[in-house]
């Protein structure tokens, strides 16, 4: 099955500066990478996601690389808020013809910009 | 976006006693749905894929007789944690696609808590 790898654990920064989280996978056939921000107590929510065909894309401050030959994506926030402080999970996913899926989650980040 | 419902927020109940949840697609039809468990401090689980009108799948090492899921509607799958125990105490949370679009909405998550 798939395995993702998710780096570092935790990540401190001051506002206004870079933030960047690094993912990995193994199972060469993944398709898809989405990534959720998860504020304390709450439910997963999608900032951004790109698919295999494409190398990056990107979404305001929010941007997301990816490099199929390594089997790694990597998150990058710019001009970080304190409201960016969260729990941020990478995740992967092969996309069956079919429609059936399931994501795996890399062990999430917790993202703290300080003031 | 698409809107998951999940029931209850959070429930406390004894130990030996059965609690059920529910997760609803609240404006689009779930042909699958899929249910994770949270510790804290840790990432997204997968439990099951749950699948309307089959039995649902589940992952390694998750109990099948311990948490029943129950996919009778397009729009409504349930978990039921059968006599729980204070291990099972963890943060509960659906998700459902649209159709063939690869992007997951999750529920607000459940909080159960055995004592």
């Known amino acids: 099955g798939e395995n993702v790898e998710q780096h570092p654990s935790t990540l401190s920064v001051q506002e206004g500066d870079s933030a960047v989280i690094k993912c990995t996978y193994s199972?060469?056939?993944?398709?898809?990478f989405p990534w959720y921000k998860q504020e304390l107590g709450k439910r997963p929510q999608l900032i951004i996601d790109?698919?295999?065909?494409?190398g990056e894309k990107k979404d305001q401050r929010i941007a997301v690389t990816l490099n199929k030959t390594a089997k790694h994506f990597s998150l990058h926030i710019t001009e970080t808020q304190p409201e960016d402080s969260a729990v941020y999970f990478c995740?992967?996913?092969?996309?069956?013809?079919?429609?059936?899926?399931?994501?795996?989650f890399g062990t999430g980040t917790q993202l703290k910009v300080e003031l | 976006g698409a809107v998951v419902s999940q029931h209850p927020s959070w429930v406390i109940c004894k130990s030996g006693t059965s609690v059920k949840i529910e997760c609803r697609s609240l404006d689009f039809q779930a042909t699958t749905m899929f249910w994770y468990r949270q510790f804290p401090k840790q990432s997204l689980m997968l439990m099951a894929t749950?699948?309307?009108?089959?039995?649902?799948?589940?992952e390694q090492g998750v109990e099948k007789d311990k948490f029943l899921i129950n996919h009778a509607s397009l729009t409504l799958s349930t978990l039921t944690v059968t006599s729980a125990h204070p291990e099972d105490s963890s943060f509960y949370i659906c998700?459902?696609?649209?159709?063939?679009?690869?992007?997951?909405?999750f529920g607000q998550g459940t909080r159960l808590t055995v004592v």
């Open positions: 199972d060469s056939a993944s398709n898809y």
């Open positions: 790109i698919r295999s065909n494409v």
């Open positions: 995740a992967a996913t092969y996309i069956l013809t079919g429609g059936g899926n399931k994501l795996t």
């Open positions: 749950s699948n309307e009108g089959s039995k649902a799948t589940y």
């Open positions: 998700s459902a696609r649209v159709g063939r679009f690869t992007e997951a909405f």
